[in-house]
């Protein structure tokens, strides 16, 4: 087989091998998140949060010489 042929075969083998396995550490790593969200929400009950209070801005005042 060509040499170049064979480089380029070894390379996206590797390549493919290491992403392949960075997906599977990914999702492994997604499972034991979700778990524990999950553990977490079971233990505190969802309360509702406070319902966020609206600021009313105070108009600027407004100070005038009466002349220049």
């Known amino acids: 087989m060509d040499p170049e042929i064979s480089a380029l075969?070894?390379?996206?083998?590797?390549?493919?091998?290491?992403?392949?396995?960075?997906?599977?550490?990914?999702?492994?790593?997604?499972?034991v998140l979700t778990a524990t969200l999950q553990q977490i929400q079971q233990q505190a009950p969802?309360?509702?949060?406070?319902?966020a209070r609206k600021r009313s801005r105070k108009a600027?005042?407004?100070?005038?010489?009466?002349?220049f």
Do not use: W
């Open 9 to 31: 075969m070894s390379v996206y083998q590797k390549r493919l091998n290491d992403m392949t396995a960075q997906a599977i550490a990914f999702e492994a790593r997604i499972a």
């Open 46 to 51: 969802a309360a509702e949060a406070p319902a």
């Open 60 to 67: 600027a005042e407004t100070t005038d010489a009466g002349s």
